[in-house]
């Protein structure tokens, strides 16, 4: 009989204990799921936007020296839509060996389809406080990658 009042003794202590894991169970995932819903509107922040309403603004800078690269490149960004070529013209130096593709807005997914569109993979960010374009592109000694001759 005694054995009998002792397994009786250890299920009503397994029911609190059953009860408390329970409880615990149900703070634990409580707190997981507000870390994720914290991350997930971080994440809706700070992500970069996946597509744009309006075109690209863009300046083409011709930073090789080659005469007509900086206007043939804007034809060319231009045939592709999605793209407003507002301004080309010289770079502050005509020794850019590649061509790179500069953000200025803080959107690095368009800045990297531009990039691939002039196979180049030269993808930087700078952004001013007012920025007056989306992207700019320097034309480098590369500029075959993109333009025939």
């Known amino acids: 009989m005694a054995a009998k009042k002792r397994k009786k003794r250890k299920k009503r202590g397994r029911r609190r204990g059953d009860r408390a894991s329970a409880l615990y169970y149900v703070i634990v995932l409580g707190l997981l799921g507000g ?7 971080l994440l809706w922040t700070f992500a970069p936007r996946a597509s744009r309403e309006e075109p690209l603004k863009v300046i083409v ?6 005469e007509g690269v900086g206007f043939r490149t804007k034809e060319f960004l231009r045939r592709h ?5 507002v301004d080309f013209r010289n770079a502050d130096h005509f020794n850019y060996e590649e061509t790179i593709v500069i953000d200025r807005t803080g959107d690095l997914e ?13 993808v930087i960010q700078q952004m001013p406080e007012t ?6 592109v320097v034309v480098g000694k590369d500029y075959a990658r993109f333009l025939s001759e």
């Open 131 to 136: 920025p007056l374009v989306d992207i700019t």
């Open 61 to 66: 800078q011709n930073g090789c020296g080659v």
């Open 110 to 122: 368009s800045a990297a389809v531009v990039a691939r569109l002039l196979g180049t993979t030269n």
């Open 35 to 41: 870390i994720v819903f914290v991350a997930l509107g």
């Open 81 to 85: 839509p999605g793209y407003d070529v």
